[in-house]
């Protein structure tokens, strides 16, 4: 009878703990985000935490893969896909107008966060196949370091301004530039890392934790990520002028690294979860709780995915969040008045952008690329925001 009755309140318990959970979130039953490619860490995160809303609640979420920035921020900016685990591109740079982002039917785009993964544990960095640093005459990669990349092959990933800064970023840090390597385009994030194995490449950008890099790290070329010294001003100095989202960390998640006591490189928030400033904000408000009530269920499921915790949130990052998070994080006292006027700023910043590309559009240009961004840079001058880019 006492093994029945056990037996009983166990099933009670395992019925009611997904019921109780779902009760403090309402979500439609089925759900579209895009994400990098298939492999990559934003991917594996997003079906990790998509099974957990699945357990939790019954939301189906689907996960549509995109190779590049474009790829990942057309969907929702077409309302197709309510949000996306972006990148820095489909964030900050579609923000910012820049690069794929200032063509004439995109510009500068009112972006918002729900919530970003800060980890702290998974670099963001360019890697090096073993086997060109073997070219290089350092075999096992011994005292290589970034500006050992000259004159070898680095991947340009065709619509993905994020990543091709991202590799311009690490190669001033070495005191390069693209003229100094030989750009190899890809079509998508993946079709870069086949050819790291496949030797159509020397240097690739990836998290340290994706999955292509650990595909690669157990290939014939394997994997090595190049130190960047934190004490190095100069390099630093030139990479911040490139990508000002960089921060040197310690790296201890990631392919070669895993086991290890770290990996010294660099890093910023990824993947981002972004939307439109114009999405409900019901239900933005309900997918921020739902990262954070469902976190025990996914935390762990995939390498680097523990970043999301609420604990590791940045509320002053390059973007705002919207409306529907900031009530939930002020419901839990997590947001303050800092947050809230960094984030004015930032809406601002976006405005002053927006106004200056309707003015342009409307004056006309017959060199839109130069006039975007002579445009552009006085916009955010006269306004007394940073220019970057």
């Known amino acids: 009878m006492l093994k029945k009755t056990l037996l009983t309140s166990a099933l009670i318990l395992s019925v009611s703990a997904p019921a109780a959970l779902a009760a403090e979130f309402e979500l439609p039953k089925q759900l579209a985000w895009t994400a990098y490619g298939t492999g990559s860490a934003g991917y594996n995160q997003s079906v990790a935490i998509g099974a957990a809303l699945q357990e939790a609640t019954g939301t189906n979420l689907r996960v549509l893969p995109g190779k590049n920035d474009i790829a990942r921020t057309e969907p929702v900016r077409q309302g197709k896909v309510q949000f996306s685990a972006n990148g820095v591109g489909g964030s900050f740079m579609a923000q910012e107008g820049v690069f794929q982002f200032g063509a004439k039917n995109w510009g500068p785009q009112p972006v918002r966060i729900l919530s970003a993964n800060n980890g702290g544990a998974v670099g963001l960095a360019l890697a090096v196949a073993v086997a060109a640093c073997e070219k290089a005459g350092k075999p096992k990669c011994e005292g290589f370091n970034y500006?050992?990349?000259?004159?070898m092959r680095v991947a340009w990933v065709k619509g993905a301004p994020a990543l091709n800064v991202n590799n311009q970023a690490y190669l001033a840090y070495g005191g390069l530039t693209w003229d100094d390597v030989e750009k190899v385009e890809f079509g998508g994030f993946g079709a870069s890392w086949k050819g790291m194995i496949d030797g159509s490449v020397d240097a690739a950008f990836a998290s340290t934790n994706s999955g292509r890099a650990y595909e690669a790290a157990s290939g014939p070329r394997g994997v090595y990520w190049p130190p960047i010294d934190p004490a190095n001003a100069e390099g630093l100095k030139r990479m911040k002028a490139v990508a000002p989202f960089f921060t040197p960390m310690t790296a201890s998640v990631g392919a070669t690294i895993d086991g290890t006591s770290g990996a010294p490189t660099a890093g910023y928030a990824y993947p981002v979860l972004m939307?439109?400033?114009?999405?409900?904000?019901?239900?933005v408000y309900n997918m921020t709780?739902?990262?954070y009530k469902t976190f025990d269920g996914y935390k762990g499921?995939?390498?680097g995915i523990n970043g999301w915790a609420l604990d590791k949130q940045n509320y002053k990052w390059v973007a705002p969040y919207h409306d529907g998070a900031i009530k939930y994080y002020k419901e839990i006292g997590a947001w303050n008045d800092d947050a809230q006027a960094h984030n004015d700023r930032l809406v601002a910043r976006q405005a002053a952008l927006a106004k200056a590309w309707a003015d342009l559009k409307a004056k006309g240009s017959d060199n839109w690329e130069a006039d975007w961004d002579a445009a552009r840079r006085k916009a955010l001058a006269d306004g007394g925001f940073e220019v970057v880019f």
């Open 275 to 283: 939307t439109m400033a114009k999405q409900d904000a019901d239900l």
């Open 147 to 151: 500006s050992d990349l000259k004159g």
């Open 301 to 303: 499921k995939a390498p």
């Open 289 to 291: 709780k739902a990262m």
